[in-house]
């Protein structure tokens, strides 16, 4: 078993992607080169900017090509929980939102010629418990009652045979709007889509420092200095105290993922007969589907930690998956890696500025569509097309000990661990 991730590993950055030399200046400077970046960078470039991205280490290292591959409607936090926090109006705007998110995905692979696998055979959303099936059918009632959506389509457990090969569950509920790809195939064709809009791509170009004179930035890099008009922090999960009031905004959660060798054609028909992406109920839940290469890929975490061991996390993942499909017990596990998702302390995206300076970010473990469409957001933000964003409009929660996350995020674990025991919707 190897302790990489799998989409790079079949998938390597190719060469033909061109890459730069740090160019001295350019209009805007982005921090980062995974959706989001790259997404900003290819509707700023589209605009007329002149752009750089600046990875740190290759492209797309971080999250975007370690991830599930996976992306649906919707947000991390409940609309009812919306509801009472934002209003009913802003809370439709963020439906809509969710809803053009997967859309632009979709557009952005057209657009791009982006050979990535995509699936768009929906998603189905499952009930771990009783209680839960419950709350799944009155969250379908409510969106239906009040946001005029008709497309989710509820599954009881006599029907759940159809659907997935396994008896683990309690019900669920179809979207359409939803699917899956190869993060890493994905990333890389933005990467070439953004080079041929004539962005800058600079590898191996982590920024230590930026400062801000006669109205141009000065980052530095191990390559040097590039001064830029506007900056732009595209790191989620993996931010740093380069800003530290972004930081302070922001906390990274580790999340693990397992493969397993190719399956037959049979297997793959009976564990998901319609090819959809799966997750359930659980708050330390499960996430998983079968590949385009026709693996099976299994997510998840039993803590919060960026740092567990990678055969610990493959020992774990294995038996919560084989606890729901007894069939994969003798099937090898190929690949076990680890990525850090990007949490807010409200669990919503967030698009701001701080001293002059962009960030988006805050995905929550929805970075693929989210962070994707986030990243055309903010650079229509920054090209002045936009006035603002929903996501500049609400409250950025932000706490001084953001930073201290090893301490503070066992006590998190603690409780969502009894929140899935004892049942605490």
């Known amino acids: 078993m190897k302790t990489t991730p799998f989409w790079t590993d079949q998938t390597p950055r190719p060469e033909d992607i061109p890459l730069s030399e740090l160019p001295g200046t350019v209009d805007v400077a982005v921090v980062g080169s995974g959706f989001t970046g790259l997404n900003a960078a290819i509707t700023l470039a589209r605009a007329g900017a002149k752009v750089v991205v600046l990875e740190q280490h290759t492209l797309g290292w971080g999250a975007s090509s370690r991830n599930g591959g996976m992306f649906a409607t919707g947000l991390k936090p409940s609309f009812e929980t919306m509801e009472k926090r934002y209003g009913t109006e802003t809370t439709h705007a963020f439906w809509q939102w969710s809803l053009e998110a997967v859309e632009y995905i979709i557009g952005i692979i057209k657009e791009g ?56 569950y309690y019900g669920g509920v179809v979207e359409d709007l939803a699917g899956g790809l190869d993060p890493a195939r994905f990333t890389f064709g933005l990467a070439r889509l953004a080079s041929r809009r004539g962005v800058l791509l600079v590898e191996n170009a982590g920024v230590s420092r930026i400062t801000k004179r006669n109205g141009r930035f000065s980052l530095s890099t191990p390559k040097g200095k590039v001064k830029s008009k506007e900056v732009l922090l595209a790191t989620n999960g993996y931010t740093t105290n380069l800003v530290n009031r972004v930081r302070q905004g922001i906390f990274p959660v580790g999340s693990y993922i397992i493969i397993t060798e190719r399956l037959s054609e049979a297997l793959q028909n009976e564990l998901s007969p319609k090819g959809r992406i799966f997750f359930d109920s659980r708050f330390f839940l499960n996430y998983f589907w079968i590949t385009p290469s026709g693996r099976m890929m299994f997510g998840g975490r039993s803590n919060l930690s960026t740092g567990l061991d990678l055969n610990r996390s493959a020992d774990q993942l294995r038996k919560r998956m084989t606890k729901i499909f007894p069939q994969l017990e003798k099937v090898p596990i190929t690949h076990s890696w680890t990525g850090k998702l990007g949490i807010s302390f409200d669990q919503m995206p967030h698009i701001g500025r701080v001293n002059g300076i962009y960030y988006a970010m805050g995905y929550s473990g929805h970075g693929l569509s989210i962070g994707s469409y986030m990243g055309h957001e903010v650079a229509k933000v920054i090209l002045g097309e936009l006035g603002s964003s929903p996501f500049m409009e609400i409250k950025h929660p932000r706490f001084v000990f953001a930073s201290w996350d090893k301490f503070y995020l066992p006590f998190v674990t603690a409780w969502f661990k009894t929140i899935d025991r004892f049942n605490l919707l």
Not at 148 to 166: A, F, P, R, W
């Open 113 to 168: 010629e982006i050979e990535c696998g995509l699936n768009l055979s929906g998603q189905l959303y499952l009930a771990c418990k009783p209680e839960h099936w419950d709350h799944i059918q009155a969250y379908v009632e409510y969106i239906s009652s009040n946001f005029n959506y008709h497309e989710s389509k509820l599954v009881d457990s006599t029907e759940l045979e159809n659907e997935i090969g396994s008896s683990a």
